[in-house]
C-alpha cells in the first residue's frame, strides 16, 4: 500500500482520474459524429461540387435531375416491354409537352391514349372520393377531360352519381363488379379463412380482419383489368378516396406513359408489412420455377431480394394505390398467369397478399426496370404517406418569348418538399420483427449513385446514437 501511496502524485492524469475518462470518452463521440454526419468526408456533395470537373459532379441542382438520372439508370435500347428507340428520352418529352393549355378532347375520334381515371370505391366514401377528384380535375383533368369510371360490388346510389357526376366536366360511368370476381372462391377453405381473420386481427395487420378488404386486393391484384367496362381501354390511373394531389400536372401522363413506351408509373416505393404476407415470396419462386419462359428477358428482381436476408423478399413494394398504368400490360400472359397462381395458393384469403407487393413483383418479372417510371414531380397523399417533389424535380414551363414568359402560369405545388426516403417504413408497425434492407426501397430501386454513401459512414454507428441508419447517403434526393 505504502508503495502504491508514493506512486500516486502523478502530473494532471492518471488512469484513476475521471477527468482522463471524460475526456477520452467526448473526443471519441465528437470523432464519431464528425464521421457519422459525413463531415469528414472528402465526399460531402456539396464539397465535391467545388471540387470536380463538372461532368463527372453530381447533378443534384439542375431542374429535372431526378427525373433524369432515373432515366440515365434505366438506360434506353430496344428490349423493353414497349420497344424504345435508342434516343428516346422520356425527359426530352416532358420538356416538350408541358403546358397548362386545356387539351380537351376535339371529337370521339381525336387520337389520344385510350385511357380513364378508374376507381373502386363505396357509396360510403362519397366525400372521401369528391375530395379526390376536386384536386385531380383542379390539377389536371379539368384540362384533359379523361373519363372516370367507378366500380363497387354493389350498385351505386343514385347520390353517388349525382354527386360524382357533378365533380367533373369528363364522361362518368359507373359499374358493378361481378360477383364471380369479388366472392371468396370455392377452393378456399372457410375455417382456415375465418381463423386468418382473426389470426391477422390480433396481431394488427392493418384491415386484415376484414373480409371486405381480402376481396378488394384480390379484385386490384387479379380482376380489375378484365372488367368488361375497361376492355377498349389501354390505359388506367387508379384514384383512391381521400388522396390529395399538391401540385399541377402539366402534361398528360398517359401520353407520356403511351409516347415513351413506357408500362407503369408509381410516385413512392416504400416497405409494406410483412406479416400480411408472409409465404408470398415462397409463391413466387415456385411461380418463377414453373413458368421461366413466362419471365421478361430483363426481369430485375435484384431490387427486392435481401442480400442480407437469405435473399428473402425485402418487402419493399410500389405503393399503388396512386398507379398510372397499361392495362394491355396486367392483360398480357405472365402478369394474368401469376395472378391465378397467387389465387390459387389462397394467400389472397389465409394472408393478405396486397395488390401493391404483387403488382411490384410483377412488373420486376414481367417488365424491364426501365419501363417503370418514377413520377417524382407528383405531389401525391394517401392518409400518413405523402410524396411532395422538390424544387430539383418540378416541372417549368419553358416560353420561347419574354412576353410569354410574363403570361405563362408555372406549375404551382402547395406542399413542403419531402425528402427522397420519406415515408420508407411509415407502413412497417414497431411490433413487426420484420428485417429492413440495407437501404431504403427508392434507393435500392434508382440504384447506381443514388445508393453511394459518404466516406466513414456506418450504418450500426448511425443506430447506436439514435439515427435509422439511412442517413448516410451522398445524394439527399432533395
Ligand atoms: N366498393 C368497395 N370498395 C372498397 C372496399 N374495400 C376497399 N375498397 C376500395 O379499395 C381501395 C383500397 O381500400 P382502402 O380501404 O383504402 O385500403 P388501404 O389503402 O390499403 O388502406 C379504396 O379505393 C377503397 O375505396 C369494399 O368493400 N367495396
Ligand atoms: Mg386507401
Known amino acids: 500500500m505504502a508503495a ?10 492518471s488512469f484513476r482520474d475521471h477527468r482522463l475518462w471524460r475526456y477520452i470518452l467526448l473526443t471519441s463521440i465528437l470523432l464519431i459524429f464528425l464521421l457519422f454526419t459525413g463531415s469528414l468526408s472528402p465526399h460531402d456533395p456539396l464539397s465535391a461540387a467545388t471540387t470536380t470537373n463538372a461532368d463527372e459532379r453530381p447533378n443534384i441542382k439542375t431542374s429535372h435531375s431526378i427525373l433524369h438520372s432515373i432515366h440515365a439508370r434505366a438506360g434506353g435500347g430496344g428490349g423493353g416491354w414497349g420497344k424504345r428507340k435508342k434516343n428516346d428520352d422520356p425527359v426530352q418529352w416532358l420538356k416538350q409537352n408541358s403546358d397548362l393549355e386545356p387539351h380537351l ?29 376536386r384536386d385531380l380535375e383542379l390539377r389536371w383533368n379539368g384540362r384533359h377531360r379523361y373519363p372516370w369510371i367507378f366500380f363497387n360490388e354493389k350498385p351505386f346510389s343514385e347520390e353517388f352519381k349525382a354527386a360524382t357526376s357533378n365533380a367533373t366536366d369528363s364522361q362518368t360511368e359507373y359499374h358493378v363488379v361481378p360477383r364471380d370476381h369479388w366472392r371468396t372462391p370455392s377452393w378456399i377453405d372457410q375455417d382456415r379463412y375465418m381463423d386468418a381473420l382473426e389470426y391477422l386481427g390480433t396481431i394488427g395487420v392493418g384491415k386484415g380482419h376484414m373480409l ?27 384514384v383512391e378516396p381521400d388522396v390529395k ?3 399541377d400536372i402539366p402534361y398528360d401522363p398517359f401520353g407520356f406513359l403511351q409516347q415513351n413506351n413506357l408500362v407503369y408509373g408509381f410516385n413512392m416505393a416504400i416497405l409494406d408489412d410483412a406479416r400480411s ?4 415470396w415462397s409463391v413466387t419462386r415456385a411461380f418463377i420455377e414453373n413458368h421461366p419462359q413466362l419471365l421478361h428477358p430483363e426481369a430485375d428482381l435484384d431490387w427486392l431480394l435481401d442480400p442480407d436476408n437469405g435473399g428473402e423478399y425485402n418487402n419493399c413494394q410500389f405503393f399503388s394505390n396512386f398507379e398510372i398504368g397499361s392495362l394491355d400490360f396486367w392483360r398480357s400472359k405472365g402478369p394474368s398467369k ?25 412488373l420486376a418479372m414481367f417488365a424491364a426496370k426501365r419501363d417503370v417510371w418514377f413520377f417524382r414531380d407528383v405531389g401525391y397523399q394517401h392518409d400518413i404517406a405523402r410524396h411532395c417533389p422538390p424544387a430539383s424535380a418540378r416541372l417549368s414551363l419553358h416560353s420561347s418569348s419574354e412576353h410569354d414568359e410574363h403570361r405563362a402560369r408555372q406549375p404551382g405545388c402547395e406542399c413542403e418538399p419531402t425528402s427522397l426516403d420519406a415515408n420508407f417504413y411509415k407502413l412497417v408497425p414497431m411490433e413487426s420483427p420484420q428485417v429492413k434492407p440495407a437501404d431504403t426501397c427508392i434507393r435500392l430501386w434508382l440504384g447506381g449513385e443514388w445508393l453511394a454513401k459518404k466516406e466513414g459512414w456506418k450504418q450500426d454507428v448511425e443506430r ?13 434526393g432533395l
Request: aromatic share 20%.
Open 4 to 13: 502504491l501511496h508514493q506512486r500516486e502524485p502523478l502530473p494532471h492524469f
Open 105 to 133: 378532347p376535339r371529337s370521339r375520334t381525336t387520337k389520344r391514349p385510350r385511357a380513364a381515371l378508374i376507381s373502386l370505391v363505396r357509396n360510403e366514401e362519397l366525400d372521401g372520393i369528391l375530395q379526390s377528384m
Open 212 to 238: 371486405s378488404y381480402h376481396s378488394m386486393i384480390r379484385w386490384q391484384s387479379l380482376w380489375f383489368y378484365h372488367h368488361p367496362a375497361l376492355e377498349s381501354y389501354n390505359w388506367y390511373w387508379r
Open 245 to 247: 394531389f399538391f401540385c
Open 277 to 280: 404476407f408472409t409465404s408470398l
Open 338 to 362: 401469376y395472378a391465378e397462381w397467387l389465387d390459387h395458393s389462397g394467400g389472397f384469403f389465409y394472408e393478405r397478399y396486397g395488390d401493391a407487393p404483387v403488382h411490384t413483383l410483377a
Open 464 to 476: 447506436a446514437f439514435g439515427g435509422d441508419g439511412y442517413g448516410g447517403y451522398v445524394l439527399g
